[in-house]
Every structure is written in C-alpha cells, then in structure tokens.
C-alpha cells in the first residue's frame, strides 16, 4: 500500500511539473511528445536499474566507490599539507572531559577534493577516456531522443564537466546551433553537476563514514545521469524544435581540446582550474553565510519579535526553527513543491527550504543545510532532497552561462540572455523530475 501511494504521489509529481513546461512552452503545438515520452522513459528505466537491479545496482556501486577512495586519496594529500585534524577538540574553557565535536572540517576536507579531482579529470581527458565515455552516452541519446549530434555531445558532457566546460566539447558547432539547441545546452549545463563538485558533495554529505560517502555516491550519481534526459525534456518543451534535423549534423565529433603538451602539464592545469574553483566555493560559502545570517537577525528582531511570529513559528514547527527567518520564509514558498516530490508532509518545510536556498543561491549552500537538518529528517526525505538539489540550477548559473558560453560564441549571446530564465527553469524541473522519480521508487 505504502509503495502504491509512493508511486501515485510520483505520478502527480511528474505530471505537475510537466504541466509547467507545458504552460510556459513557446510553442505547445510543436512539442516532440514522443521525445516526452522517450526521455521520461530513459528516466524511469535508469531508475529502476540503477536503484532495483541488483547487478546493474552492484555495478553503479563500484563506480560510486571509486569517488569514495578517491576522497581517501584527497585526504592523504590534505593531511600531508594541512596536517590531521581531530573529529573532537576540548575548548579554552570547558570543564575538563568536556569535548566537542568539530566534524567534518570544511576548508580543510571538502575544498581539496575539487581541486584533485579537477586534475584527475583533466588527466583522464588528456588520455582521451573521458571523450570515450560522453560519445557512449551521446550515441545512446542521439538514436533514441532523435536529438543533433552537438545537442548529445553537449548533454552527455554536462554529467562529467562542468556548465562552462560542457560547450567547450561542440564549440565548432555553437554559431550554428538553433535556439532550441542552445536552450538545451543551457538547461543540461542547470540540471547536473561537474565531476569536482560532486565528489566534495560525497565528502561533505558523508563525513568520515564510509558507509555514508558509499550511499551518497551512488544516488549522486545516479541523479546526474538520469537528470541528462530530464533535461532535454525539459528544454524541448519549454522551446520546442521547429526545423528537420540535419543528418549531417548528428556526428558525434568532439575537437581535441589544448589540455595540455603533456600529462604534467595536464596535471598541472587541472590543478590550477581546481584551486580557481575551491577558493571561489569557499569564498561565496563565506558571504553567503554571513548574508543568510544577517538576514535572520532582521527577519527574527525586525519582524518576528515585535509581531509575535518568533513564538508561533517554534510553536508550529515543534522547534525546527528558530523564529521568523529566511529559510522559514522559503520553507513556505517551496513546501508544495517538495510535498509533489514525495517528502513527507512533517519535512516539506525543512526541505522546501532546501529547495529554496538551492535556487535562490546555489546547491552547495544548499548541502551545507542539507548536512546540518539530516538527522531531522526521514530517510527517504534526505534521499528525495539530495536528488532534488544536485544540479546548478541557480540565479548565478545564468551569469556564468551567458559569460562562458558567450565568449566561445558572441553571435549567441543575445540568444543566452533572452534564454537565462527558461534555462533556470528548465534546469529546476528536470531536477525535480529526477527527484520525483525517485522518491516514487523508495
């Protein structure tokens, strides 16, 4: 019974969001609804496989695994140079025995992993078996979604690399490109994350459990890949494909990039890219904490406490929040959104406000309360959240686009800029999407 209304809640939850696309579709009469249903069905078949076939389940755990030991292997780099840091401290003051946990140290764990495994992608580029893995998955997208060959590539690049390292695999084919190809970029670059990022999400999320980082890999993983698809949907019904496709423009070519003369160079590079990467997290992490912090001081002492919404909001949330803040405020505006997703209907506020932050900020601010509510939570609320938060859908996302994209093509930057909104929006549903599917098969 329980997995019934699982499946039902899922049901509503994809529909609904379809429903969205479909309302703010430029061309509703020119929807692909084949292209729907072939990418909704990529969906829920790699769904099903990776979370409930136990062989290819097995398989997608040997991957996941291979981030997990590659966090040991950032460790001992970061250990090396920041030295070992201890899981409890005893504070200048504290009455003797009296210890306290520290956890997962940020700065010191987290941040290096980006900046090693931005040189280890960058030495599996260089070796060309990146190249081999995205022309494997654009293949299958291109036979089955009938999509163009840049539109595959683009999509298929967007699961390993990042938004502004994705355009670089089709850049002989960007002035060429429609809008609705264009739109599908921007939205695939929204609906996952880079290969950096999410092993730091595996770490922060698992902490020093090993069982933890395991679990986290694997759905993390499994929600980048199934969001590719998502994606495309997405894109194709927000800004439908009005022209024939072109044969010749299904080659599934990628350029060779300048990675490198050689692989220390290589290493050297994705080293740079990474340490680029880390101190921009850990300095936006910065202030939008002390944002976030200032705005509860207002919204708590400005709002709440002459108006009595401080006491009625602990009141009403038995504790989870602290008065009259930011993220109780998007808590309600995104509630309804993570109750279609399948939360349940004690969390929806804990992670509407998640899927709030995730938007209004970035997914990794997002994390980082994801990590502090997780004990507050059910399991199967924690695993919808972390589904429904891994992709770069975010105001920011849009500048980074039009600036990335926009310097390798400058005849499509007026087509960026007029596609920001719906690519953040498509990049949002197709996370959605990814969540709401999941949490209908737990």
Known sequence: MDFTISLLRGALGVSSLLAICYLLSANRRAIDWRLVGVGLGM?????VAILKVPLVKKAFDLVASFFV????FTEAGADFVLGSWPDFVQ???????EVFTVGYIFAFKVLPTIIFFSALSSVLYYLGILQVIIKGFAWVMTKTMRLTGAESLAAAANVFIGQTEAP???KPYLEQMSKSEILCLMTGGMATIAGGVFAAYVGFLGGSDPVAKQLFATHLL?????SAPAAIVAAKMLFPATEQIDLAHQKLDIPRQEVGNNLLDAISRGTTDGLKLAINVGAMLLVFTAFIAMLN???????GAPTGLNEYVVNQTNGRFEGFNIEYVLGMLFAPLAWLLGVASEDVLLV???LGLKTTLNEFFAYAALEGIKDQISYKSLLIATYALCGFANFASIGIQIGGIGAIAPSQRKTLTEFGIK???????????????AGALF
């Open 69 to 72: 030991v590659v966090l040991d």
């Open 352 to 354: 509407g406000q998640l």
């Open 222 to 226: 499994t929600a980048s890949i199934i």
């Open 91 to 97: 504070l200048p003051g504290a009455a003797e025995g």
């Open 423 to 437: 690519a953040l929006i498509g990049g949002t549903v197709a996370c959605f999407l990814t969540a709401a599917i």
């Open 168 to 170: 670089l695999v089709i």
């Open 43 to 47: 969906q829920v078949l790699l769904a």
């Open 297 to 303: 001081y207002l919204f708590i002492n400005w709002i």
